[in-house]
């Protein structure tokens, strides 16, 4: 008998297919809704509030200010032609959605069972067993939903799958550890050496991230530190020599890089949300290739 709750509910905003850079192999990734920091990067800012939201498509909107009037709980403001949509105030009922006449609200995030995630997942096995891939969890941050995420962690082992998650490690040990226990692949991402700029960029001290980091190696999980290079923030020479550091004292002998890019900067004008990237270039392999030498030189198998 299943000892998985498949009834076991969560809010995801997207489930992608045949991805080949989220673990081994080809996986389906599960995007949870939800995380306890705030990078201003975010490539994902619709994964921040744990809970469903409206996007808003100036270009399709024709100001008729329909969603206004119909709004019953007074979350939509509009200001020199620009609608507001107050998270605080709306419940995602989804009224604005379904009477836009121009289809320029849409809800970002759903509810789902284990159930229904794995019902997607598993139309793909054939091609994990091929490339040795399998479930990938995201988000977000898929321990800020932790009964979700085990559920759906037991549920891939029990059907046969590889389990794999991309975390920022910010939650405590002990439902890190309770979560973690699942997962055959960690891909734990690294944000700064430095607590005070970890702070100035992410809203969290990195504290509780490298304590995390540090317990999971220590019990001889696989576990791959990636770290997203961001200008201005963590792309200096001197913060590749000490982020070598700190992943040697941590016991780390290789990681990956992550270059900055601006997949998601239309995002936050569909959010209605400030970015401190707007009009950023994009960083590319070329741009990262000192940056990688220091810390080869300083004992870090890093790669792009």
Not at 146 to 154: C, G, I, S, T, V
Not at 155 to 183: D, I, N, P
Request: net charge negative.
């Amino acid at each position: 008998m299943s000892e998985v709750n498949f009834e076991q509910k969560g809010i995801v905003f997207n489930i992608q297919k045949f991805s080949v850079n989220d673990g081994p192999g080809i996986r389906t990734v599960v995007f949870f809704k939800g995380c306890p920091l705030r990078c201003k990067w975010c490539s994902n800012p619709e994964s921040q509030l744990p809970k469903v939201q409206p996007f808003w498509d100036r270009q399709k909107c024709e100001d008729c200010r329909h969603c206004l009037a119909i709004c019953p709980q007074h979350a939509i403001s509009v200001e020199i032609n620009h609608i507001h949509i107050h998270p605080s105030l709306c419940n995602a009922c989804g009224l604005c959605v379904a009477e836009c006449p121009q289809k320029a609200l849409e809800l970002q995030g759903q509810e789902m069972t284990v159930t229904e995630v794995m019902e997607v997942v598993m139309q793909d096995k054939v091609f994990y067993e091929e490339s040795g891939g399998g479930i990938t969890l995201s988000g977000g941050e898929m321990l800020m939903q932790p009964d979700f995420a085990l559920e759906l962690l037991k549920a891939a082992h029990e059907m046969g799958l590889h389990t794999c998650c991309e975390t920022t490690g910010y939650a405590a040990a002990e439902r890190f550890e309770k979560v973690m226990e699942h997962v055959d692949y960690i891909l734990f991402d690294l944000k700064h050496w430095d607590a005070k700029k970890h702070q100035q960029g992410t809203g969290v001290s990195n504290e509780l991230p490298i304590k995390n980091m540090k317990a999971t190696f220590a019990k001889g999980k696989t576990v791959l530190p990636r770290i997203p290079v961001i200008p201005g923030f963590n792309d200096s020479l001197d913060d590749a020599a000490q982020l070598a550091k700190l992943l040697k004292a941590i016991g780390v002998e290789r990681c990956q890089l992550l270059p900055f890019h601006q997949f998601g900067e239309n995002k936050y004008d569909l959010l209605d949300q400030e970015y401190d990237y707007h009009d950023t270039p994009s960083l590319h392999r070329e741009d990262l290739e000192d940056y990688l030498h220091v810390m080869i030189g300083e004992g870090i198998e890093a790669f792009l």
